[in-house]
C-alpha cells in the first residue's frame, strides 16, 4: 500500500498516457486515466520508433509485439531530389550500442492498442475511463482536483494524488497550470499522403529525406494493414494554399511526380490510401512540473516530424517519470527533488536535441541557398562516407544520446 489516498491521475490515452498508465500499471500504483474520446485515437500520426524507446519499451512487454507486424529500417537515406541518393546511414553501425540497431515503423494507431490490451492482461491497478473529458484542474499541496464530463455529460470531479498531463498538444491541464507553450508555428503546414506504391524497388529505403529548395519531402514506410505496407510521403504546402484543393487527387499526383520526377517509376498515377494536412509547431512548455502536476508529451513539447522525435520523446517522457513516481508512491522518496529532476532531464534535452535536430532537418531539406545547400549535403557525404563519424551521426539521430545525458543528469 502507497502512502498516498488517491490514484495517480492520468489526462489522455495517447502513447504518452498509456505508456505511463501501464508503466505505473505494473508497478501496483493505482491510477485514473482519462481519455475523452469514446475509444483510442485511429488517426494517422507518427510511427518510427528509435532504438532507445524500443529498449523502454521492452520491460512493459510490448516491444516483442510491436515487432510483429512492424517493419525493421536498418539504413535511411538523405536523397537530393535531382540526383539521387546523397548519403546513406546504416543503423548497424550501432550494433554495439543497443540491441535494437535500426528503425522500427509501425503506426501509432497500431501501439495504442498493445499498450491498451498490456494494461488490461497486466495492471489490475489502472482503470481507464474513455468518453470522459477534463474540463478544468487545480492544484494545491495535497494533490489535484480535477473536473471531468463522464460518458453521460455528467459533471463530476475527483482528487488525485499526483496529476499527469498526456493531454495533447491543446493540454487543458497546462492552460489551467498557466504554464506557457514557448516557441513558434511554422508558416507552412505539411500535407501527408500514403500510397501503395512500392518506392523500394526504386532503392529508396524506408525513411528517408529528400532535399530540394522547392519541391522537399519526406518518405516513409508503414506495415498498414499487412505487406507490402504503404508508403507516406510527407511535403510542405504553402501558408496561403487552400487545404481542400491541395488534397485534390489530381494535385496530390502532380506533385508527388514532381517529387519523384528522377525517378523511373514506370506508372500513370499514384494508388492513394490516405491524404491529410496538419499544422506543424515548435514549442515547449515553460516548465515540465507543477507541485502535484506534470507534463509530459505533445502537452510538454511538439516538433516538426523531420527525424520522428516527437513520439519517441513522448515515451521516453512517460518512462521517465514513472520510474521517479514509483519510488514516491512506494518508497516514499520526497516528491520535490523527483519533480525537478524530471523537469531537469526532460525539458533542457528536448530544446536542446529535439527542438534544434528537427528545426535543422527542415532546413537542410528546405535550403534555397545553392552554395549553402551543397556545403550541407557535401558535409552528410562525407560523414556517411566515414563509419567513426556515421556512428557518432547516428547516436544523436537515433535519440541514443540524448537519452543518456538526460540519465546522467542527477
Ligand atoms: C497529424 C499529426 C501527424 C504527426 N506525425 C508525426 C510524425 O510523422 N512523426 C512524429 O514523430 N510525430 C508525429 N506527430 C506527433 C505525434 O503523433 C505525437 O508526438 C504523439 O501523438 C504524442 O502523444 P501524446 O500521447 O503525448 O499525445 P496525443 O497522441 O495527442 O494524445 C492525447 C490524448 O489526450 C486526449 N485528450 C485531449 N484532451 C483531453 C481532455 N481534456 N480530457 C481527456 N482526454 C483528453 C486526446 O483525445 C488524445 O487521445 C504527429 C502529430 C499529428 C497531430
Same mark, same amino acid.
Given at each position: 500500500m502507497g502512502r498516498y489516498r488517491d490514484p495517480v491521475v492520468i489526462v489522455g490515452a495517447g502513447p504518452t498516457g498509456l505508456t505511463l498508465a501501464l508503466s505505473l500499471g505494473l508497478a501496483a500504483v493505482p491510477v485514473l486515466l482519462f481519455e475523452a474520446e469514446p475509444a483510442l485515437a485511429h488517426d494517422l500520426r507518427a510511427g518510427s520508433y528509435h532504438p532507445p524507446t524500443l529498449e523502454m519499451l521492452e520491460p512493459l512487454g510490448v516491444t516483442e509485439r510491436?515487432?510483429?507486424?512492424?517493419i525493421k529500417v536498418p539504413q535511411w537515406q538523405i536523397r537530393d531530389r535531382v540526383e539521387g541518393v546523397v548519403a546513406e546511414f546504416d543503423l548497424g553501425l550501432l550494433k554495439d550500442e543497443t540491441p535494437y540497431p535500426y528503425r522500427l515503423h509501425l503506426e501509432q494507431h497500431r501501439l495504442t492498442p498493445i499498450l491498451?490490451?498490456?494494461?488490461?492482461?497486466?495492471?489490475?491497478?489502472?482503470?481507464?475511463?474513455?468518453?470522459?473529458?477534463?474540463?478544468?484542474?487545480?492544484?494545491?499541496?495535497?494533490?489535484?482536483?480535477?473536473?471531468f464530463?463522464?460518458?453521460?455529460?455528467?459533471?463530476?470531479?475527483?482528487?488525485?494524488?499526483?496529476?499527469?498531463?498526456?493531454?495533447?498538444?491543446?493540454?487543458?491541464?497546462r492552460r489551467d497550470?498557466?504554464?506557457?507553450?514557448?516557441?513558434?508555428?511554422?508558416?507552412?503546414?505539411?500535407?501527408?499522403?500514403?500510397?501503395?506504391?512500392?518506392?523500394?524497388?526504386?532503392?529508396?529505403?524506408?525513411?528517408?529525406?529528400?532535399?530540394?529548395?522547392?519541391?522537399?519531402?519526406?518518405?516513409?514506410k508503414v506495415p498498414d494493414v499487412g505487406p507490402p505496407g504503404l508508403w507516406r510521403i510527407a511535403y510542405a504546402i504553402p501558408p496561403e494554399a487552400d487545404?481542400?484543393?491541395?488534397?485534390?487527387?489530381?494535385?496530390?499526383?502532380?506533385?508527388?511526380?514532381?517529387?519523384?520526377?528522377?525517378?523511373?517509376?514506370?506508372i500513370e498515377r499514384f494508388e492513394l490510401k490516405y491524404a491529410s494536412v496538419y499544422r506543424v509547431h515548435q514549442r515547449v512548455a515553460a516548465r515540465f512540473v507543477g507541485r502535484r502536476t506534470m507534463l509530459g508529451g505533445d502537452a510538454a513539447h511538439i516538433n516538426n516530424p523531420l527525424g520522428g522525435m516527437g513520439l519517441n520523446g513522448s515515451i521516453h517522457d512517460a518512462v521517465n517519470i514513472a520510474e521517479k513516481l514509483v519510488r514516491?508512491?512506494?518508497?516514499?522518496?520526497?516528491?520535490?527533488? $523527483?519533480?525537478? #529532476?524530471? %523537469?531537469?532531464?526532460?525539458? =533542457?534535452?528536448?530544446? &536542446? @536535441?529535439?527542438?534544434a535536430m528537427s528545426i535543422r532537418n527542415k532546413?537542410?531539406?528546405?535550403?534555397?541557398?545553392?552554395?549553402?545547400?551543397?556545403?550541407? $549535403?557535401?558535409? #552528410?557525404? %562525407?560523414?556517411?562516407?566515414? =563509419?567513426?563519424?556515421? &556512428? @557518432?551521426?547516428?547516436?544523436?539521430?537515433?535519440?541514443?544520446?540524448?537519452?543518456?545525458?538526460?540519465?546522467?543528469?542527477?
Open positions: 510491436m515487432h510483429v507486424t512492424g491498451l490490451d498490456r494494461i488490461r492482461e497486466s495492471a489490475p491497478s489502472v482503470e481507464v475511463r474513455f468518453g470522459c473529458a477534463v474540463r478544468r484542474v487545480a492544484e494545491d499541496e495535497d494533490g489535484a482536483t480535477v473536473w464530463t463522464d460518458a453521460a455529460g455528467t459533471l463530476q470531479e475527483c482528487r488525485a494524488s499526483w496529476l499527469f498531463a498526456a493531454d495533447g498538444a491543446r493540454s487543458v491541464v497550470l498557466g504554464i506557457a507553450f514557448e516557441g513558434f508555428t511554422w508558416p507552412e503546414r505539411f500535407l501527408v499522403a500514403s500510397t501503395t506504391y512500392d518506392l523500394g524497388r526504386h532503392g529508396i529505403t524506408g525513411a528517408g529525406y529528400i532535399a530540394d529548395p522547392e519541391h522537399w519531402a519526406a518518405v516513409f487545404e481542400a484543393v491541395e488534397l485534390e487527387d489530381a494535385n496530390i499526383q502532380a506533385k508527388l511526380f514532381t517529387i519523384f520526377e528522377h525517378v523511373p517509376l514506370g514516491i508512491w512506494h518508497d516514499g522518496a520526497d516528491p520535490a527533488p $523527483l519533480l525537478d #529532476l524530471y %523537469d531537469r532531464q526532460r525539458r =533542457p534535452i528536448n530544446i &536542446k @536535441a529535439v527542438q532546413r537542410l531539406l528546405e535550403e534555397r541557398d545553392p552554395k549553402v545547400r551543397a556545403e550541407r $549535403l557535401q558535409e #552528410l557525404r %562525407d560523414i556517411a562516407a566515414d =563509419p567513426a563519424r556515421a &556512428k @557518432a551521426y547516428l547516436m544523436n539521430t537515433s535519440m541514443i544520446n540524448s537519452v543518456r545525458e538526460a540519465a546522467a543528469i542527477q
